[in-house]
């Protein structure tokens, strides 16, 4: 049974990880991914979106991967002591250098083998989240358009024009403010 | 043999839809899922994130999900028809008016016994994607407010003070509208 570990953020995900994870996978037989920490995340890339659990439960239900664990903060090899994998699949952008890592696995007795997946196995969609963030982005920009068009529209453009007494009242956030008192 | 069929949008995947997809399963042997087409989720809630074949790809790839298609927009029982499952599976929050459906699938003389899952089934991040969404709105906001901090301190702060010559490159918005004209 030939174990393959890899590791990653996994926020948000896409089809560019299933692919990374699928290549991961078919390197061997039982797939173990270990999610990186929020902190890890603050420290190398940007805010995590989703919290490392919640990160660690999605890619657990992904049917490639077999067991999805969270990371350390303190030694990342002692993660690879307790996951002895045969193999640490590399995702073609991950930036480890694969020297020192193998220099480092070899001081500390573990023979694992080190695979740096190709651009195209690591997914067709590298940069995926960024792309996703800015499709949000997008939407969210789009819905404060329209309400602040359906704003416009409610406070000037009704047939009665019943509406010009109270333009507050159209506003959105505010509405539940002013409840009266029991 | 008993099939479930399970339908939704499926937009960015957060633990609530494991849970529902989850409960789901848990009613029969197959868990068959429709993806609904982009124009759909146009109509009903929102601009989609990511577009249905990418919804699709997600869900198909999650482990208790045996097959996902993309639903259609003429006919919705027609979809019914093909997948022909025992069991509908709708969620809590899904609007769905159970007699209506019920009433058509009998028309269509179609067996299938509907099933409305419970709040605590249905996911317990009924409101997740939205969480997500307006997480994804900070994490923004704060790169935004980062690289406008960044942008000052580069401009200002330096120790030659070279840049009080323009202010209005540190504030962000406005600094596409001001480009010098060619």
Redesign the interface.
């Known amino acids: 049974m030939v174990r393959v570990m890899a590791t990653g953020v996994f926020d948000?995900?896409?089809?560019g990880h299933?692919h990374f994870l699928q290549s991961a996978k078919n390197l061997g037989d039982e797939l173990v991914v270990v999610v990186a920490t929020d902190a890890t995340v603050r420290r190398r890339k940007?805010?995590p979106?989703?919290p490392q659990e919640?990160r660690r439960?999605?890619v657990a239900?992904?049917?490639?991967v077999d067991r999805a664990i969270v990371g350390r903060e303190d030694d990342i090899y002692k993660t690879v002591e307790e996951v002895r994998p045969d193999i640490i699949a590399l995702g073609y952008d991950q930036t480890f250098r694969e020297e020192d890592v193998r220099k480092e696995l070899e001081q500390r007795g573990l023979k694992v083998q080190i695979v740096r997946l190709s651009k195209d196995q690591s997914g067709f969609d590298l940069d995926g989240t960024r792309k996703?963030?800015s499709?949000?982005?997008?939407?969210?920009s789009?819905?404060k358009q329209s309400s602040a068009v359906e704003k416009v529209v409610k406070a000037g453009g009704g047939q009665d024009g019943r509406a010009q007494k109270e333009p507050e009242a159209s506003a959105p956030s505010t509405s539940s403010k002013g409840r009266a008192r029991p």
Chains 1, 2 share one sequence.
Not at 12 to 15: F, Q
Not at 61 to 64: C, I, R, S, T
Request: glycine share 4%; aromatic share 4%.
């Open positions: 948000l995900l896409h089809p299933l940007h805010e979106v989703t919640m439960e999605m239900a992904l049917k490639m996703i963030i499709k949000v982005e997008q939407g969210l789009f819905q």
